[in-house]
């Protein structure tokens, strides 16, 4: 559904713009020497209004958090949940994760987040998908050896792909589940997963941490991702599989 336009948008962005980082290419390298005083760096890539990452930054004052979001109308909300609490640990962009190499040198990032990404259902959209083999091999490369990837989804179809190409791409997978929330609430929610929550729908979601066998871009060809449609819940290894594809 389309966010409703915010008339007040560029006011509201100027009261909180020392939380933005106009032009992040230019700490590329240099986070913590730019942002000192940090154990840790985190990002999350799509950070909606905010919700996950303000309780986020809360709960782990002595990580730097670098919240990126293409929907200014959204970050907007994200950046006064954060003012308004008075978190000094968090930063904003507004980037395309494919230009994650141009902000983060290799090995900079500890830690990486993906909550509820679009799917892109069809087939022939699979490369756009966040957990697709391209941005996989990008991560890569911007997390620490033994770096970490969060990811949390509603929709099973997308999870289940996207663990077997995290297995493909030689991610070690840990706290793989389909029902996160099982037993009580487990750490912090995203405003779409408080929603999906109530209504009683479970959540997806897996740690993968980068190993001396996980994929860069150094790794070559990209494997090619026919018959990736999301329709049914196939795994990413059964659907290629079927196509005859070979995943080296």
Not at 52 to 73: H, Y
Request: hydrophobic share 40%; glycine share 8%.
């Amino acid at each position: 559904m389309r966010m409703r336009k915010r008339h007040n948008l560029e006011p509201r962005m100027e009261k909180c713009a020392d939380l933005l980082i106009a032009e992040p290419a230019e700490t590329r390298g240099q986070w913590r020497e730019a942002l000192p005083g940090f154990a840790a760096l985190h990002v999350e890539l799509g950070c909606g209004k905010g919700r996950f990452t303000a309780g986020t930054a809360e709960q782990m004052p002595e990580t730097l958090l670098l919240a990126i979001e293409k929907v200014p109308d959204a970050m907007i909300i994200a950046m006064e949940r954060v003012r308004d609490l008075g978190l000094k640990n968090v930063r904003f962009m507004d980037i395309d994760a494919a230009k994650l190499p141009e902000i983060f040198a290799p090995g900079e990032i500890d830690r990486l987040y993906i909550n509820f990404c679009d799917p892109w259902p069809k087939s022939r959209d699979a490369k756009l998908r966040l957990t697709a083999p391209g941005f996989l091999r990008l991560y890569a490369d911007a997390l620490k050896d033994g770096g970490e990837i969060h990811f949390k989804t509603d929709n099973t179809a997308l999870f289940d792909w996207s663990v077997g190409v995290f297995a493909d791409e030689g991610w070690a997978l840990s706290e793989v589940t389909h029902d996160l929330h099982a037993n009580g609430t487990v750490g912090v929610m995203t405003d779409y997963e408080a929603k999906f929550t109530a209504e009683g729908m479970k959540i997806n979601r897996l740690v993968a941490v980068k190993t001396a066998d996980t994929k860069g871009t150094a790794a070559g060809v990209l494997p090619r991702l026919r018959g990736a449609s999301l329709v049914d819940a196939r795994g990413y290894a059964q659907s290629a599989a079927d196509n005859g594809q070979d995943h080296a």
